[in-house]
């Protein structure tokens, strides 16, 4: 089986912006063989089994749907949304989304190994702190806390799915 590993945020990454801020920002990675592509991560990611669960609960519980097409568009960076979330920033390498409150973000991102035929993969979130009220200092919230554990497993078995299809290609 894969191994997924929790790691730090990649220094010039789009998702470093939110580990310093008020917050939680983490980052998982696993390897690939071969030479993968960003575009073939985010399909791949996106079209699991597992990812299309949660497209269902967001399909029903947000009225955000999302198909497979619409996965391939927004992998060619032909896309400004997918399902819950709106491209923040995209590029040949990454790409980071926003979910459409504005306090989470979802963050892949393919590079080649240097010296093998390895592609690295990353998935990372960022979820960001809740505005204060009367001048307290700004927290995550009790679901924050409470999701948090699942939350992590979840992060490694989306991405561990998605190293599955792409190193079975």
Same mark, same amino acid.
């Given at each position: 089986?894969?191994?997924?590993?929790?790691?730090?945020?990649?220094?010039?990454?789009?998702?470093?912006?939110?580990?310093?801020?008020?917050?939680?920002?983490?980052?998982?990675?696993?390897?690939?063989?071969?030479?993968?592509?960003?575009?073939?991560?985010?399909?791949?990611?996106?079209?699991?089994?597992?990812?299309?669960?949660?497209?269902?609960?967001?399909?029903?519980?947000?009225?955000?749907?999302?198909?497979?097409?619409?996965?391939?568009?927004?992998?060619?960076?032909?896309?400004?949304? +997918?399902? #819950?979330?709106?491209?923040?920033?995209?590029?040949? &390498?990454? !790409? *980071? %989304?926003?979910?459409?409150?504005? =306090?989470?973000?979802?963050?892949?991102?393919?590079?080649?190994?240097?010296?093998?035929?390895?592609?690295?993969?990353?998935?990372?979130?960022?979820?960001?702190?809740?505005?204060?009220?009367?001048?307290?200092?700004?927290?995550?919230?009790?679901? +924050?806390? #409470?999701?948090?554990?699942?939350?992590?497993?979840? &992060?490694? !078995? *989306? %991405?561990?799915?998605?190293?599955? =299809?792409?190193?079975?290609?």
């Amino acid at each position: 089986m894969q191994e997924i590993r929790p790691c730090e945020v990649p220094l010039n990454s789009y998702l470093r912006s939110y580990k310093g801020a008020e917050g939680h920002a983490d980052c998982y990675m696993g390897y690939v063989p071969g030479a993968i592509t960003q575009a073939q991560f985010v399909e791949a990611f996106y079209t699991t089994s597992l990812f299309k669960v949660e497209r269902t609960l967001l399909s029903y519980l947000a009225a955000r749907p999302a198909t497979d097409a619409d996965a391939q568009q927004l992998a060619a960076g032909l896309a400004t949304s +997918f399902s #819950a979330w709106r491209v923040e920033a995209q590029s040949a &390498s990454e !790409l *980071l %989304l926003a979910d459409f409150t504005g =306090r989470t973000r979802s963050w892949l991102m393919a590079t080649p190994v240097t010296g093998s035929a390895t592609t690295r993969l990353y998935f990372g979130s960022a979820v960001v702190a809740r505005a204060s009220r009367n001048g307290h200092r700004p927290d995550m919230g009790w679901p +924050f806390h #409470a999701l948090l554990g699942f939350h992590r497993l979840y &992060s490694r !078995l *989306l %991405l561990g799915a998605a190293c599955r =299809r792409l190193g079975a290609a």
